[in-house]
């Protein structure tokens, strides 16, 4: 019967644990919505001023401005920024982040990282965690972002990111971040947020209907430039940080939904179980009382 018991306190257990899941998916899903639809609303502007962004270095790399924040000097220096979350229980979204930045080190710096010349800003609890765990120094936290996140608050970061790279703290800055597909993919990306890079697409040979070689721009394209450069990588740090945030809802919430659904079979198989083993003890028990009767008729 304790073994009864113990069963019975598991079922209790999980049935427990599949409640919880199934909140956490639900709430999830409602954070989902908002952070999906911010992400929805940023990035087609996001993505417009990039392409004038591009196009207006492209046309004019001579430029003085140009080179504040466009032009590829030396890589003696490279600051990468993992973009985690501050929660964990969401499947592989922030592991993926961390593994990607061991590949970075491993791979494609290896051997500016073996020269100490590699940094990296964490952006969220999680990255600090689990870079820590892989013995990876980090330079930089950033975890209250989250706490109230708004284009402020992301500008903030941005701006120092871009006068580090300035003043040629960095000569490299590459965001590792998971990009929002749907609630069930998020595609990790390795995008480079400085010196801003020229796309194939740009050039001599490019659409002129998709670039801007045909326009006439007022007062003057440094002006121009002057405003629209840190515009764009604001924005494209912020939509980075949009991007993110809402991936870490959908992983989240397919994540909780699996656990729910693992949980309801292995209430099915522990009910199943329990059944069978009380069906057991039961029969033991006639089985006593009848041998009992037996003796008692037999004396």
Request: with cysteine.
């Amino acid at each position: 019967m304790a073994n009864l018991k113990e069963m019975r306190l598991r079922i209790v257990s999980v049935k427990s644990t599949q409640q919880v899941t199934r909140a956490m998916k639900m709430v999830s899903a409602a954070k989902l919505r908002k952070a999906q639809d911010a992400i929805i609303q940023i990035r087609p502007y996001a993505e417009k001023l990039h392409e004038i962004l591009v196009s207006l270095v492209d046309q004019n790399g001579s430029s003085d401005f140009e080179n504040k924040y466009a032009v590829h000097k030396e890589t003696k220096k490279i600051l990468i920024v993992a973009i985690t979350s501050n929660r964990g229980l969401c499947g592989g979204f922030n592991s993926n982040v961390i593994k990607k930045v061991e590949e970075l080190l491993a791979t494609t710096y290896d051997s500016y990282h073996e020269k100490g010349l590699v940094d990296i800003l964490a952006i969220g609890k999680k990255a600090v965690d689990g870079l820590k765990a892989k013995n990876i120094a980090v330079s930089e936290t950033v975890h209250k972002l989250y706490d109230n996140l708004n284009y402020s608050s992301a500008e903030t970061i941005a701006q120092r990111l871009m006068d580090a790279f300035s003043n040629g703290e960095y000569d490299r800055i590459d965001l590792v971040y998971n990009q929002f597909k749907n609630a069930a993919i998020q595609k990790l990306t390795v995008e480079q947020f400085l010196p801003v890079e020229i796309t194939e697409e740009s050039g001599p040979d490019a659409d002129p209907h998709h670039y801007f070689s045909n326009y006439i721009f007022e007062p003057d394209v440094n002006e121009i430039m002057g405003t629209i450069i840190p515009k764009s990588l604001k924005i494209q740090f912020f939509k980075a940080i949009l991007d993110s945030v809402a991936s870490e809802h959908g992983a989240r919430m397919t994540a909780m939904h699996k656990a729910t659904d693992n949980a309801s079979e292995l209430v099915r198989a522990l009910n199943l179980q329990y059944n069978k083993a009380r069906q057991s003890a039961i029969t033991g028990e006639i089985l006593e009382i009848v041998s009992g009767a037996n003796a008692l008729q037999g004396s």
